[in-house]
Structures are given as structure tokens and as C-alpha cells.
């Protein structure tokens, strides 16, 4: 008999959140987590992503806390759109509960979120730096915090917000609640987690390949100059449905949504440096529907959480392979099947072995016959003849250094190492030779 949500020990205001939504079965995170999340014990929880993570920590948090206990729910998101995201999913499976959740997050006007603390609501989501900002300034306090929950750890404790974490979970109360949740954890990350929890349970739901097994993924080979023409290429001639591209730097994000709508593609970029009424906006439509193709970098990425995205492209091949993990999670949500693509340059094979490794998982090459590779730009054969030039003076110094040289028109094979001295060894026996007598 498989298990349903109404075996767990949920509030009756919370599970007729859930029947509104029409969720019957709990996934494996979500039935491994929520029973113990329930007793109050710390958790330290790992599943692939798209496996309903948020809901695993949402429907506890909505259940352990009651209406009117301000400030006792804080969950920490790396980014806004996973903030607004988590918000959203909240609101909706606790609309009969009572609780008011409340977005806190950068880029919004602090005006505006003021007098959304100043309702008490019981349960804060929000970014590290906005939600240390707003308590610095007395809108909110984290000493009445009952349970706080970090989403992404991964990415919320590497070097960027590890400060501000520390900050945060030192001002909470000692005898607060800790879940921490995240689709990869690193031995260095789970070690950092723990500093943080008082002997929490670990609970991973990703068994056997960490990336999603319902990805069908490819790697595609490509000179750096091809890059655009071969992403152009395959957004013609394959026609994919809804598409996220990933790139690793924003200016990147921006050339490529110039290039795709010169080139007649419905195509939209998100990154951290757009404002957020324009984010907002492209994840309504992005949500709705109505886009073809996103185009975003690593962080934005964070809180795209929506179901109907058919492929992903890397079209920079990620240099930490947990975000590859991540990227193509993006797809194949909730079950469903996907496809992955990846642009890989010649000098980047290690790299790609450095993922196969990671996902325990041999990505299969993808020929394109009818990709014609165009020419190798004049800019880029004269930087590599100057490269090469360079190379061959600083051998010759260091060979004049050594004391040795190449005769001129001379076969290196016939000297070992292709050098031959030019002068006497410094030391010599001078014609004696020592031996028994």
C-alpha cells in the first residue's frame, strides 16, 4: 500500500492545502523528511533536484508553527527568484492555515517590505544580505526564530554567503530547529552544515546516478568561434520546446539574447544585474508559457523551478560539476523526461571527464553532420603564430642560459634532447684517469 499524505503527522489546515493542489503521494524526500522534520530534530537532507524539496521542509514548517508566533519560521534562499518561488509554494499549500509568509529580498524597495514586517508574519523567506539588512534596521528579529531552514545549501555555504550565514544562525536561538536541504553536498559542505545543527539526521534520497536519470544527455564538440553559429543551429533545426540556455558570465547572457532575436528566436536573458521588475517578469512568462527560450546565468538559474522545460543547453560547459548537476536538473522535473546539450571546446575534455566522473554517468557524443564549421578567424591564427613565436624565443633563451644551443639548420633528432653543448663541460679530468693499482 503506497503512502499518502495523510499518514504523516501534518496539521488538518495544511493537508487541505495539499488536497487543494490535488498531491495525493509524497515523493521519496518528501516521505523520508517530513516524519522527521515533524519531531522537531535537526535534518540534513539531500535529493536530486526536481524531487519537491520544498514542500519536503514546507508542509513541517507549516505544521510546526502556529498562527500568530511572529517571526518564528526564517527559510534562506541563495537567490530571488527561489525566494519568490518558495514564498509562492508556501502561500499556497498553507492558505488555510492561517500563517503569513513574507518575501524579504534584494532589489525590492525596503519601503515596500517594511510594512509587510510590520504584520508580524510567522514565516520570513529571504536572501542573506536583505534579510541581515532588515533585522540591522529593527524590522525583524531572529531571536524568536523556532525553525530555520537553508534551501541550496550547497550553493548557501560556499564563499560568497558564508559570512552572512554565520551571522544569522548565531543570532537564532540555540534551541531553534535546522534543516538544511540541497540536490548535491560536498564533504566540506556537510562538515560546514554541521557546525550549525545539533546532531542532525541525514537523510539522502539520491540513490545511484547524482544527476537526473531521465536526462537524455549529449555533448557536442566546437572551436569557441563556432559556438554561436552551432547554438543558432540547434534552435533551428532541432525546434525544442521551452529551452534554457546557460552561460557563465552576464555579458555572455546579454550578446546571446541580442543574437537569437537578430536571428528571428523568441529568446529572453536573466541574470543578477537586471532589475527585479524585469526578472519578475521574465518568470511570469517564462511560467506561463509564453517563452521559447531563456537564456540565463548560473545564479538566476537557482529559481527556475518550472514544469514544460523541455531542453538545456550548456553553452558554457560549468567549471564545478555540481553545477552541471543543477543545470540540467532544470529539466525532467517531476519525473518527466528531458534533454541536455553541451557545447564543449577542444581544451575542455578533462572538464567533461571531470563531470562524467561526478554523475557517474558516460555522456554520449552528438554528431552534427549538417554543421558546417566555419573558418578559423584571422585575429585567432595570429594569436596562436604569435603564441607559438613566443614559445620558441623563451626555449631558445632558456637554452642560451643553459649554455647550449641549436646549430642552425641542424636535425634535432641527432642530438638527445635536440640540444648540443657549444662549449667544454665545466669540469674535466684533465687526461688522468684514477684506477686500481
Not at 51 to 67: C, E
Not at 155 to 169: A, N, P, V
Not at 381 to 405: I, Y
Request: glycine share 8%; proline share 6%; with cysteine.
Amino acid at each position: 500500500m503506497s503512502v499518502t499524505f495523510d499518514d504523516f503527522d501534518l496539521v488538518e489546515d495544511v493537508l487541505d492545502g495539499v488536497d487543494d493542489e490535488g498531491f495525493v503521494n509524497p515523493t521519496m524526500i518528501q516521505s523520508m523528511l517530513i516524519p522527521v522534520a515533524l519531531t522537531g530534530k535537526d535534518v540534513l537532507g539531500q535529493a536530486k533536484t526536481g524531487t519537491g524539496k520544498t514542500a519536503a521542509f514546507g508542509l513541517p514548517l507549516l505544521s510546526l508553527i502556529d498562527p500568530g508566533d511572529a517571526f518564528a519560521g526564517l527559510v534562506l534562499a541563495p537567490t530571488r527568484e527561489l525566494a519568490l518561488q518558495i514564498t509562492s509554494e508556501l502561500q499556497t499549500l498553507g492558505k488555510h492555515s492561517g500563517l503569513k509568509v513574507v518575501a524579504i529580498y534584494g532589489g525590492d524597495p525596503i519601503e515596500k517590505q517594511a510594512k509587510r514586517l510590520a504584520q508580524k508574519p510567522e514565516i520570513i523567506v529571504g536572501t542573506p544580505g536583505r534579510v541581515m539588512d532588515m533585522e540591522r534596521r529593527g524590522y525583524l528579529r531572529f531571536d524568536k526564530i523556532q525553525v530555520a531552514i537553508l534551501d541550496e545549501v550547497d550553493r548557501m555555504l560556499d564563499i560568497g554567503f558564508r559570512e552572512d550565514i554565520r551571522r544569522i544562525m548565531s543570532a537564532c536561538p540555540k534551541d531553534r530547529q535546522t534543516i538544511f536541504v540541497s540536490a548535491t553536498l560536498t564533504e566540506e559542505i556537510e562538515k560546514l552544515a554541521r557546525q550549525y545543527m545539533n546532531n542532525p539526521e541525514k537523510l539522502v534520497a539520491s540513490a545511484g546516478s547524482l544527476t537526473v536519470s531521465v536526462v537524455e544527455q549529449h555533448y557536442l564538440t566546437v572551436q569557441p568561434w563556432d559556438k554561436k553559429r552551432l547554438l543558432v543551429h540547434l534552435l533551428t533545426h532541432e525546434e525544442p520546446a521551452l529551452t534554457v540556455v546557460f552561460c557563465r558570465l552576464k555579458r555572455v547572457v546579454d550578446d546571446l539574447e541580442k543574437l537569437l532575436r537578430d536571428k528571428g528566436i523568441d529568446a529572453v536573458a536573466i541574470h543578477g544585474d537586471m532589475r527585479q521588475s524585469r526578472r519578475n517578469s521574465v518568470m511570469s512568462r517564462l511560467r506561463t508559457g509564453e517563452l521559447g527560450v531563456l537564456i540565463a546565468s548560473d545564479l538566476a538559474s537557482r529559481g527556475i523551478d518550472v514544469e514544460g522545460i523541455s531542453h538545456v543547453i550548456n553553452y558554457d560547459l560549468p567549471e564545478d560539476p555540481d553545477l552541471y548537476i543543477h543545470r540540467i536538473g532544470r529539466t525532467a522535473r517531476a519525473g518527466r523526461g528531458g534533454v541536455a546539450w553541451s557545447l564543449v571546446t577542444p581544451e575542455q575534455g578533462a572538464l567533461l571527464t571531470e563531470i562524467e566522473n561526478r554523475i557517474n554517468t558516460h555522456i554520449p557524443f552528438m554528431d552534427y553532420p549538417d554543421f558546417k564549421p566555419g573558418p578559423e578567424p584571422a585575429a585567432v591564427r595570429e594569436r596562436r603564430e604569435q603564441e607559438a613565436a613566443r614559445e620558441e624565443r623563451s626555449k631558445q633563451r632558456t637554452l642560451q642560459r643553459q649554455g647550449k644551443v641549436l646549430p642552425q639548420g641542424s636535425d634535432e633528432k641527432k642530438f638527445p634532447g635536440g640540444v648540443v653543448p657549444t662549449k667544454l663541460p665545466p669540469k674535466r679530468l684533465g687526461g688522468r684517469i684514477s684506477g686500481r693499482r
